[in-house]
């Protein structure tokens, strides 16, 4: 498979397209991350502080140009998710190769952000099933880690449907020191 930082792979079913997050995202996106009952569900571990909460166009912008220099540099990919029935973008999907001295070194991180009203397990089921296999090779790892809280109770069915079974490992923040929990775990 390509080099996900040279040739960012596009995936699409016959309801979703996943591709490189751009500006032309932005109007979209600002329903997705200005949405406060979407934002609990967004997984900020060991982001400097950000909560992902981007309500207006301003704002969106700078978070949308931080991913594209952060996929430039080669430390996370940002896809959009984009729904064709209606024709917008409903959400994001980050994964990166973790290195760090804590037990999720060498594993992929998959952050999985979208609207409120569609945080059902049979969409995201859909929508990350597009990306997961070829996840392991795309970020050369053994295993995927997510983060689903305990009250994300759709989400949880999802993942557990997908094979993601659920770890007391914590991710150590290699910023903060801070031990965050609430990971599951699929292994290749």
């Known amino acids: 498979m390509a080099n996900v930082y040279e040739s960012c792979p596009v995936f699409e079913n016959e309801k979703y397209l996943l591709r490189l997050s751009s500006y032309e995202d932005t109007k979209d996106l600002?329903?997705?991350?200005?949405?406060?009952?979407?934002?609990?569900?967004?997984?900020?571990?060991?982001?400097?502080?950000?909560?992902?909460?981007?309500?207006?166009?301003?704002?969106?912008?700078k978070?949308?140009?931080?991913?594209?220099?952060?996929?430039?540099?080669k430390w996370f990919v940002r896809w959009t998710i984009y729904d064709k029935?209606?024709?917008?973008a409903i959400g994001s999907i980050e994964?990166?190769?973790?290195?760090?001295?804590?037990d999720f070194n060498g594993v992929g991180v998959l952050r999985f952000d979208i609207k409120s009203e569609f945080e059902t397990s049979n969409k995201i089921y859909e929508i990350m099933g597009m990306?997961?296999?070829?996840?392991?090779?795309?970020?050369?790892?053994?295993?995927?880690?997510?983060?689903?809280?305990?009250?994300?109770?759709?989400?949880?069915e999802a993942v557990k449907k997908m094979g993601f079974e659920k770890t007391d490992r914590l991710l150590i923040g290699t910023m903060d020191g801070y031990a965050?929990?609430?990971y599951w775990s699929k292994k290749r």
Request: aromatic share 16%.
């Open 85 to 88: 029935e209606i024709q917008k």
């Open 131 to 156: 990306l997961i296999p070829d996840a392991f090779d795309l970020f050369d790892c053994e295993e995927i880690i997510t983060k689903v809280p305990i009250y994300a109770v759709e989400r949880m």
């Open 95 to 102: 994964l990166f190769h973790r290195v760090a001295d804590d």
């Open 63 to 73: 978070a949308i140009e931080f991913w594209l220099k952060s996929y430039n540099s």
């Open 30 to 61: 600002v329903d997705v991350y200005g949405d406060k009952n979407a934002l609990p569900f967004f997984n900020s571990d060991n982001c400097h502080g950000d909560n992902f909460y981007y309500p207006d166009e301003e704002s969106m912008t």
């Open 180 to 182: 965050y929990k609430d």
